[in-house]
């Protein structure tokens, strides 16, 4: 059974740090592009940061871009979110998503992927 199991979430205030990571298990995704999604209550799912297979290419949503910074451990099938100066408008459910197939391209739609863990909160207080 594939599994994407986040954490590292939690409640801080407005200019501090956490790092999110995401552990895959069940099969390896050292092939496959990767990414971090958000979700406000009340809005749409967003796209927050993709990162492809070998990790030396990554896409941003312009509302963190030179805030958050999206990485991958292949050895140990593990994903990470590092989210500095965190901002009150950056609260919402974080959740790792894979695509299930090989692939090179970075996509925002969370429509292009197939396995989703079940999230973890970030709520920043101003």
């Known amino acids: 059974q594939v599994q994407l199991v986040e954490s590292g979430g939690g409640l801080v205030q407005a200019g501090d740090s956490l790092r999110l990571s995401c552990a895959a298990s069940?099969?390896?995704?050292?092939?496959?592009?990767m990414a971090w999604f958000r979700q406000a209550p009340g809005k749409e799912r967003e796209f927050v940061a993709g990162?492809?297979?070998?990790?030396?290419?990554?896409d941003y949503a312009d509302s963190v871009k030179g805030r958050f910074t999206i990485s991958r451990d292949n050895a140990k099938n593990t994903l990470y979110l590092q989210m500095n100066s965190l901002k009150p408008e950056d609260t919402a459910s974080y959740s790792c998503a894979a695509v299930g197939y090989s692939s090179r391209t970075i996509y925002t739609k969370h429509s292009q992927y197939h396995y989703w863990g079940q999230g973890t909160q970030v709520t920043v207080s101003s």
């Open positions: 990162i492809n297979w070998s990790g030396d290419d990554t």
């Open positions: 069940g099969r390896t995704f050292t092939s496959n592009t």
